[in-house]
């Protein structure tokens, strides 16, 4: 559970100064036990177990800018895709109001 300043303060994280590039050094997961030895394996092991590594969060020292942006997306409802969606439940709306759709009110 987050504290603090909550999202907003973990949205400002600063961005780096220069390109970050995501070293990985072999480790055993504490999550599940399995040995990552790469970044292909850490993206895979972080997908599966539904986790973040912590430098996409920032430290006050560095961010991942580009994992801040799809995290900032996400939360905000602001990407592409959360759009379109929006959009399109929007349309599916207008057209079931068209046809004679009456929501319920409750009193029948």
Request: hydrophobic share 30%; net charge positive; proline share 2%.
């Amino acid at each position: 559970m987050l504290k603090h300043g909550g999202l907003a303060e973990i949205l400002a994280c600063r961005k780096a100064p220069g390109m970050i590039v995501r070293k990985v050094t072999a480790f055993k997961s504490h999550v599940d036990g399995s040995v990552v030895t790469n970044k292909k394996e850490l993206d895979e092991h972080n997908k599966r177990n539904d986790v973040i590594d912590v430098r996409e969060w920032g430290n006050n020292q560095f961010c991942d800018t580009d994992a801040k942006r799809k995290r900032e997306e996400f939360y905000l409802g602001t990407s592409k895709e959360a759009k379109k969606e929006r959009i399109k439940t929007i349309n599916e709306s207008i057209q079931k109001l068209e046809q004679g759709y009456k929501p319920r009110t409750g009193e029948e």
